[in-house]
Every structure is written in structure tokens, then in C-alpha cells.
């Protein structure tokens, strides 16, 4: 059974960081790359940041230098480090396999005041 649980998000000013958690279960986890995704109001899911089983990472152009992502494969956790948010950071975040497998998680929601 397909299961992500997010967590980590919440309220923050403008400037500041957070890191998001995303544990899956085994079967979505293990043998595949992994990535953050997150929506935004009256917008489409995408995909932000991901990392291969390996270690490698790709980011959409605009994250890069402000978002890390990192992945424990022993306790099959992924992390989405978040530094200098702005409030178009805002959205629900979301960890899936990448490519996205159908099941998805409740997601976190981040909210970057000005």
C-alpha cells in the first residue's frame, strides 16, 4: 500500500527557513526517485525538487540555491530543506515518486507572510 506523510509545514515571515519531512512507504520509497511537488492557489501541482535513490538532485531553475533535498534511504524519509521564503513560496506541498505515482499524501501547507 502506497503511503506519504508530510509534515513540517506552517506559518512563517518572509527571509525565514523551514524543512519538510516526507516518510513513504517502502513500496513508493525504495528503487525510486523521489520529489517534492506543491501547488499553489488556483494552480496547477508541479514539481519542484528531486533526488534519485543515489543521491542525485534536480531542481526546477527557480529553487535552485534556496532549496535542498535530501533523503535517509534506511528510514525511507525524504527532506525538503526551504531557506529565504518569500510569499510566493506559498502553497501545499507534496512528496511523491518521480515520476508521480496516482496516490498521493495530504501534503503540508506553507504560508509565507510578507
Known amino acids: 500500500q502506497v503511503q506519504l506523510v508530510e509534515s513540517g509545514g506552517g506559518l512563517v515571515q518572509a527571509g525565514r527557513s523551514l524543512r519538510l519531512t516526507c516518510v513513504a512507504s517502502?513500496?513508493?520509497?525504495?528503487?525510486?526517485?523521489m520529489g517534492w511537488y506543491r501547488q499553489a492557489p488556483g494552480k496547477q501541482r508541479g514539481l519542484i525538487a528531486a533526488?534519485?535513490?543515489?543521491?542525485?538532485?534536480h531542481y526546477v531553475d527557480y529553487m535552485k540555491g534556496r532549496f535542498n533535498i535530501s533523503r535517509d534511504n534506511t528510514e525511507n524519509t525524504v527532506y525538503l530543506q526551504m531557506s529565504s521564503l518569500t510569499p510566493e513560496d506559498t502553497a501545499h506541498y507534496y512528496c511523491?515518486?518521480?515520476?508521480?505515482?496516482?496516490?498521493w499524501g495530504q501534503g503540508t501547507q506553507v504560508t509565507v507572510s510578507s
Open positions: 533526488i534519485t535513490t543515489a543521491g542525485r538532485t
Open positions: 517502502e513500496i513508493i520509497f525504495n528503487f525510486n526517485t
Open positions: 511523491n515518486a518521480w515520476p508521480e505515482r496516482q496516490s
